[in-house]
């Protein structure tokens, strides 16, 4: 499998980095996640619910670094012998990476007032017509994104994430708005508790 990613990165659109760049640059015409983005997910799905504190537990260090360096110039990494934790961490700073985010700023609004909407059911519905907007990579992303953060939802009691813990460690990664850097701190809460409800 190792090799196989090698050889598809040198042979085709996929061999640039994988930070900072547009997920459907990462994607391409295949309509496939990049290789290491599957392969995290996949692990982070089948140990992740079992591990505590997933994704608010950080790995800052030089071994993040270089992990994602590693990644960035396609080489052969074995990640299924890495630490969750700092799986984990590479997943968040992708997600944080994404030019223009993952749910695309230029819907923030639309996801607020989905977000809005006075039940429950509105809301999923709203939010799925949000969701139809979004570029075909970025929607193949949050599914499987989704998909991950409901298995580690589900085994709150190993994992000690609840959907708040999730929202609250993620949302921030996922979607701001367009001038997010000019927001005052009470205004940020405010977003990420909204983007977490």
Known sequence: MKADFAAHQAGSDCSRALFGQPLAALCGEAGTLPRPIQELVDILHQRGPSTEGIFRRSDRGTALQKLKEDLDRGADVDLANQPVILLAAVLKDFLRSIPGKLLVVGLYEDWMQAMERPSKEARVEALKVVAEKLPA????????LISLLQSIGHH???????????????????????????????????VTEKVGG
């Open 137 to 144: 990579a970025h929607l193949l992303l949050l599914q499987r």
């Open 156 to 190: 709150v009691s190993t994992s000690r994430m609840t959907a708040s813990n999730l929202a609250i460690c993620l949302g921030p990664n996922l979607l701001g708005p367009p001038d997010e850097d000019l927001l005052p701190l009470e205004a940020m809460l405010e």
